[in-house]
């Protein structure tokens, strides 16, 4: 009995076990004589994580403390947030999942779906993952499009603890009361296909009509199962993404990262570096490189904004621009994703259309003040064509977001560089400050990781029945505000060591939306305190 509960990290309290407790729940003789406080426990915890030398390291310990004891994981996590989010989260995150199986040894609480299983062990599945536990958040996916790094199938059950762990250290949501969830349809990484390690189904990704079966039995199971469960969605492949949230997002309350997370976090990053300029929203010109999951997601959040301001939407669509692999992209192009679609452009605008087929020329041609990568290319926004983009612009608003920091299509450093210090900008991964010319930058981070734990928060506690744009968008506008523009080299986004009283905010925003308009389950009188009642804290 006694090894049951030192075996259960939602119940364990290792060497804090009280003398009483441990008389009474048989651990007596199990655990070493002293009995730490928790805070002792976290000091002792920090310089062990402290001796690791590399980052990967450091998360595999990290992690050591997860498997064993939830309570002492996250009051480490929450007394320094700044410091392990790099290294629980992105881009560390990103090394464990391309070495999940040599990394395996337990698999933390998460469920396992395969597409070679009956349908009806799913719900068999969940079932035993859950244990019992009322869950409020599932995170999915089926990793076809882990960050920038591709498809990893059953390794990319790493991304669903991860941002489920940020949920909790930023917003304080129970993590007894969370799920991550991979669907495994198989995979078309050769690399894990020819592991003899691999711990994921070894055969091609299974597309069409038995993958959406798949999808849709463990949302219909999963809702049945947990009905007051707020379902958030991890990079899943481009051509699936979007399709998913399309059918779930009017019945259930349902969320994608990519999709709406990282649309918020772009949206509110430019309205910070607006506040900074003092330029006016509807006056930009907007180019994304990169047109995929996250790119078209962003667009279509900004371009809503345009239309909030009062703007015409066939002119809003004017001030939009996307490149992809095949360069700007055309309405005559028969690849285009139905997202592409709404912002492709005609031939006739242009006067050399065939040559549009770079960054460079685009740039050249449309004169953008805003420019964000989600193109997975290194490098891409070279100096040239920064320095294009900044000849035309005073205040040059770039993002360069692909992840992990591999993936970046630029440094902050050098962007300040190439614009001389004009450029506003704000980055996938945590960036120092950039020193030049005196002055002290600080960037911005515009990651979801920023905004989906508060939004999670805010739906969960209003006991949302849908997330709409309405919520979206008030999510987007409740980060403003918090930074002081007026200071040289200010950040267009607020801190990350400031996430858990933002998340706060940008949670309330949610809930007082959703109340507001009866989009509520149970009816909330007090928006403040059902949030207050929502958050767990890490004590014994
Ligand atoms: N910072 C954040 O919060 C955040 C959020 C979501 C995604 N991202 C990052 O954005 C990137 C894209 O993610 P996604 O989910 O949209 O993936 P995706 O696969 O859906 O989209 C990537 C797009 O880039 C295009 N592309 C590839 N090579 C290109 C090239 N040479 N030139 C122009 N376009 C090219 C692809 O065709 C595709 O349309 C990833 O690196 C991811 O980590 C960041
Ligand atoms: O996971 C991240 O760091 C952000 C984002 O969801 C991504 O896919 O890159
Ligand atoms: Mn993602």
Do not use: C
Not at 98 to 119: C, G, H, R
Not at 411 to 431: M, S
Not at 465 to 486: K, N, Q, R, W, Y
């Amino acid at each position: 009995m006694g090894y049951n509960i030192l075996n259960d990290p939602f119940k364990n309290k290792g060497t804090a076990f009280t003398k009483e407790e441990r008389k009474s729940l048989g651990l007596e003789g199990l655990l070493p004589p002293y009995v730490q406080t928790l805070q002792e426990q976290v000091d002792q915890t920090y310089a062990q994580f402290q001796s690791k030398s590399s980052d990967l390291e450091k998360r595999v310990f990290l992690m050591q403390i997860f498997n064993e004891n939830r309570v002492l994981f996250y009051k480490l996590f929450s007394q320094h947030v700044v410091e392990f989010m790099p290294i629980v989260y992105d881009p560390t995150i990103a090394e464990t999942i391309e070495n999940y199986s040599e990394l395996f040894v337990q698999p933390q609480n998460a469920t396992f779906l395969s597409i070679d299983d009956d349908l009806d062990t799913i719900k068999t599945s969940l079932k035993n993952a859950s244990a019992g536990r009322d869950i409020r958040l599932i995170v999915v996916t089926d990793a076809e499009g882990i960050l920038g790094i591709g498809d990893w199938a059953t390794n990319g059950v790493d991304i669903a603890v991860g941002k489920l762990m940020v949920y909790t250290a930023a917003a304080g949501i129970d993590p007894s009361q969370v799920l991550p969830v991979v669907l495994d349809a198989g995979t078309n990484n050769k690399e894990l296909l020819n592991d003899p390690m691999y711990l994921g189904n070894r055969h091609e990704r299974v597309y069409g009509e038995k993958y959406h079966k798949f999808v849709d039995t463990f949302v219909e199971d999963a809702e049945e199962l947990f009905p007051e469960m707020y379902l958030h969605f991890e990079d899943f492949g481009r051509g699936n993404a979007a399709e998913i949230l399309d059918r779930y997002k009017d019945k259930y309350t349902v969320f994608n990262d990519d999709i709406q997370g990282t649309g918020i976090i772009v949206l509110a990053g430019i309205l910070g570096a607006l506040n900074i300029s003092g330029e006016k929203m509807t006056d930009q010109i907007y180019l994304s490189f990169g047109a995929g999951t996250a790119g078209t997601g962003i667009v279509s959040r900004v371009y809503d904004e345009f239309i909030q301001q009062g703007m015409d939407p066939e002119e809003a669509k004017k001030h939009f621009y996307l490149v992809d692999k095949q360069g700007l992209l055309f309405d005559d192009d028969e690849t285009l994703t139905p997202q592409q679609k709404p912002f492709a452009h005609k031939r006739d605008e242009f006067g050399n259309p065939d040559e549009l087929t770079n960054l460079e020329a685009v740039v050249k041609a449309i004169h953008p003040t805003i420019l964000v990568g989600t193109s997975t290319q290194p490098g891409s926004f070279t100096q040239d064509i920064i320095k294009e983009m900044a000849a035309h612009t005073e205040r040059p608003i770039i993002f360069p977001i692909s992840n992990p920091t591999k993936l970046a299509e630029a440094k902050a450093e050098d962007l300040l560089k190439w614009t001389d210090g004009k450029a506003l900008i704000g980055t996938g991964i945590p960036v120092k400050d950039v020193e030049y010319n005196g002055t002290t930058y600080q960037i911005g981070q515009a990651n979801n990781a920023l905004v989906y734990p508060g939004l999670g928060l805010g739906a969960i506690a209003s006991t949302a029945t849908v997330l709409d744009d309405e919520m979206i968008s008030a999510a987007a506008h409740s980060l403003g505000g918090i930074v002081d523009t007026d200071k040289p080299g200010a950040a267009v986004l607020p801190p990350v060591s400031k996430l858990d009283q933002f998340s706060t905010t940008v949670a309330k925003a949610v809930a007082d939306s959703a109340v507001k308009r009866d989009l509520t389950r149970e009816k909330i009188d007090d928006v403040d305190k059902a949030i207050e009642n929502t958050k767990w804290d890490p004590e014994y």
